[in-house]
T-cell receptor, first 112, second 114 residues
Framework: GDSVTQMEGPVTLSEEAFLTINCTYT??????LFWYVQYPGEGLQLLLK?????DKGSNKGFEATYRKETTSFHLEKGSVQVSDSAVYFC???????????FGTGTSLTVIP | DSGVTQTPKHLITATGQRVTLRCSPR?????VYWYQQSLDQGLQFLIQ???????AKGNILERFSAQQFPDLHSELNLSSLELGDSALYFC?????????????FGEGSWLTVV
């Protein structure tokens, strides 16, 4: 069935370091892919999305490219800030139906 | 603000009790989802409704039930509560259909069972 696997955390980085959080998926056809972010004490917020192969989603300096050939949607940011400390969730929506599948979340802590 | 409203924000209750969590979806969204988030289990999908009808069921216990009303708000009923039911319960909503349609989350209801 459809599923998302994302890299285990927690991840701790120094401010201005490069961030990669890996996400791979299993799905038939061409799902839509999402990254959500959950700041402490808050709900999940959409960070970025991509709806077809080779699309690049971007927001707040974060980017992720929909790679059909490797079934991946890795999240990257060139220079993280303390305010980026949060839990990041990769998610998938199949191209039929209205289900969403979430990864287990990756906790990121950025230290000054 | 996602536009999804959940009440109550915090709830403390005793084992064996029953509680009802309420969710108002974003204006225009017909689909409502319920998720449970706990420290040891991550984000677990419970159930989905579309325009009043159940559409998908996930890891929802038999002690839990939900419904979506004609005005599209939804309620999650949790009964015979156990300590392990303590968690953050999220409601989310989306427009049904269409590639790339996003799911929007409320801020959650913190349930503590003592």
């Amino acid at each position: 069935g459809d599923s998302v696997t994302q890299m285990e955390g927690p991840v701790t980085l120094s401010e201005e370091a490069f961030l990669t959080i890996n996400c791979t998926y299993t799905a038939t056809g061409y799902p839509s892919l999402f990254w959500y972010v959950q700041y402490p004490g808050e709900g999940l917020q959409l960070l970025l999305k991509a709806t077809k192969a080779d699309d690049k989603g971007s927001n707040k300096g974060f980017e992720a490219t929909y790679r059909k050939e490797t079934t991946s949607f890795h999240l990257e940011k060139g220079s993280v800030q303390v305010s980026d400390s949060a839990v990041y969730f990769c998610a998938l929506r199949p191209n039929t139906g209205n289900q969403f599948y979430f990864g287990t979340g990756t906790s990121l802590t950025v230290i000054p | 603000d996602s536009g999804v409203t959940q009440t109550p924000k915090h709830l403390i209750t005793a084992t064996g009790q029953r509680v009802t969590l309420r969710c108002s979806p974003r204006s225009g969204d017909l689909s409502v989802y319920w998720y449970q988030q706990s420290l040891d289990q991550g984000l677990q999908f419970l159930i989905q409704y579309y325009n009043g009808e159940e559409r998908a069921k996930g890891n929802i216990l038999e002690r839990f039930s939900a419904q979506q009303f004609p005005d599209l708000h939804s309620e999650l009923n949790l009964s015979s509560l156990e300590l392990g039911d303590s968690a953050l319960y999220f409601c989310a909503s989306s427009v049904y259909g269409g590639a790339g349609n996003t799911i929007y989350f409320g801020e959650g209801s913190w349930l503590t069972v003592v």
